[in-house]
């Protein structure tokens, strides 16, 4: 899950089954051709994914569903998972509701995202007040080897970015 239908679409559908655009490059992401089954499309948003089942080592399916915060907490309700994953900062409503998710199946929640709206409910629940069976792990720019590799463009990155923000950003 992440903000909206269309990074949905542009940045989990496309890296887990290849160009949402290109009928031709699905299966080219993370999960090969092979192991994807059917595919449900989100109403209203073009080439956007609801689900797709994908085939696991054991021969069964497992469903992959993509959800958008902005479809609200209710969205996120009944169904338990074994992985939810994240991708930007969630509400707190949504969060909860992946904790609730993952009750019944014993599964895991990752959260990818830099914390762009400060110590939120969710950031200090983190940094604060780590729970057993949680980890926090830092990664800052000194850690993206991409961005490390021009040291002058790399200064140049972040002077642009305003310095309120260059702490959230870099670190």
């Not at 559908?13 to 499309?41: K, V």
């Not at 915060?69 to 900062?89: I, L, P, S």
Request: hydrophobic content about 35%; aromatic content about 8%; proline content about 5%.
């Amino acid at each position: 899950a992440t903000h909206t239908n269309e990074l949905c679409r542009d940045r989990l559908e496309e890296g887990l089954l290849g160009d949402p655009m290109d009928e031709g490059m699905l299966g080219t992401g993370a999960i090969p051709q092979e192991c994807i089954g059917p595919i449900t499309r989100k109403p209203g948003v073009p080439y956007a994914v609801d689900t797709v089942a994908v085939q696991h080592i054991s021969g069964g399916f497992s469903m992959c569903v993509l959800r958008a915060y902005e479809q609200g907490a209710k969205k996120f309700q009944a169904r338990g998972f074994n992985v939810v994953h994240f991708d930007e900062e969630p509400p707190w409503d949504i969060w909860s509701q992946g904790l609730r998710a993952v009750t019944s199946t014993r599964g895991i929640i990752n959260l990818t995202f830099t914390p762009e709206y400060g110590m939120t409910d969710v950031v200090n629940g983190f940094m604060n007040h780590i729970r057993p069976g949680q980890a926090l792990i830092r990664a800052s720019w000194d850690d993206a080897k991409h961005i490390n590799e021009d040291k002058s463009h790399r200064d140049q990155l972040e002077q642009a970015i305003s310095e309120h923000e260059r702490d959230m950003r870099t670190k």
